[in-house]
């Protein structure tokens, strides 16, 4: 158990629509990273925040958009899904405080959009 | 375009043998090379890393080979177990100015240890 928790576990919904992927980062840690796992692009990283601030932003489309509250959970929103979004998008968290430290990852949501 | 290169796509090995995973990189701001662990369902953990100035890094059975020169290192599994198959990812970190330190992954290896 890596400490960081990410709900819902699965999900599934239609094109179009718009869902809400939540992250809760291990006590302590300030960075909080999402990235997006699928067959044909492998594990890439989509944004990053740092207390509460945007650090650094990946592959991610305009219609994806993410922020990090001031207890540091973070939720990622993903709208007018298309089939193509269908992957696993996982969370990860750092402490924010050196440069080679360990990024710990939560269990993923899986979004199947049908 | 892919900055981190891994291969094999997938390897089998039989108990008892030794498992080679390779990676290249292309951008030399790299500074911190991490593999990473996952079992089907559950997200990337932590296996072993390195630092460019090292050239080997030993954590049990699980070796990191570096070649800073040619920009390529490895995962070494020795003794391989049917517990070790899963999918191995090599990372690649830019020590940037601030706190943005986003991995950049490999197309991750698929090992299968044969009992």
């Known amino acids: 158990d890596s400490g960081v928790t990410q709900t819902p576990k699965h999900l599934i919904t239609a094109t179009g629509q718009r869902v809400t992927l939540r992250c809760s980062p291990r006590?302590?840690?300030?960075?909080v990273y999402w990235y997006q796992q699928s067959l044909d692009q492998g594990l890439q990283f989509l944004i990053q925040?740092?207390?509460?601030?945007?650090?650094a932003k990946g592959n991610i489309l305009e219609r994806f958009s993410a922020q990090q509250f001031p207890d540091l959970h973070s939720e990622l929103n993903l709208s007018s899904l298309e089939l193509g979004d269908s992957a696993l998008y996982f969370c990860?968290?750092?402490?924010?405080?050196?440069?080679?430290?360990?990024?710990?990852f939560g269990p993923g949501t899986r979004l199947l959009v049908l | 375009q892919q900055q981190v290169k891994q291969s094999p796509q997938s390897l089998i090995v039989q108990k008892g043998g030794i498992s080679i995973i390779n990676c290249a990189y292309e951008?030399?701001?790299?500074?911190?090379f991490p593999w990473y662990q996952q079992f089907p369902g559950k997200g990337p953990a932590l296996l072993i890393a390195?630092?460019?100035?090292?050239s080997e890094k030993k954590e049990g059975r699980f070796t990191i080979s570096f070649n800073k020169s040619a920009k390529q290192f490895s995962l070494h599994i020795m003794d391989s177990q049917p517990g070790d198959s899963a999918t191995y990812f090599c990372?690649?970190?830019?020590?940037?100015?601030?706190?943005?330190?986003?991995?950049?992954f490999g197309s991750g290896t698929q090992l299968t240890v044969l009992p």
């Open positions: 390195i630092r460019p100035d090292v």
């Open positions: 925040y740092y207390n509460g601030e945007e650090r």
């Open positions: 990372a690649a970190k830019k020590g940037l100015s601030g706190s943005a330190r986003q991995l950049t």
């Open positions: 951008n030399t701001a790299f500074d911190y």
């Open positions: 990860a968290s750092s402490p924010g405080r050196g440069l080679q430290e360990t990024q710990y």
């Open positions: 006590s302590g840690d300030l960075s």
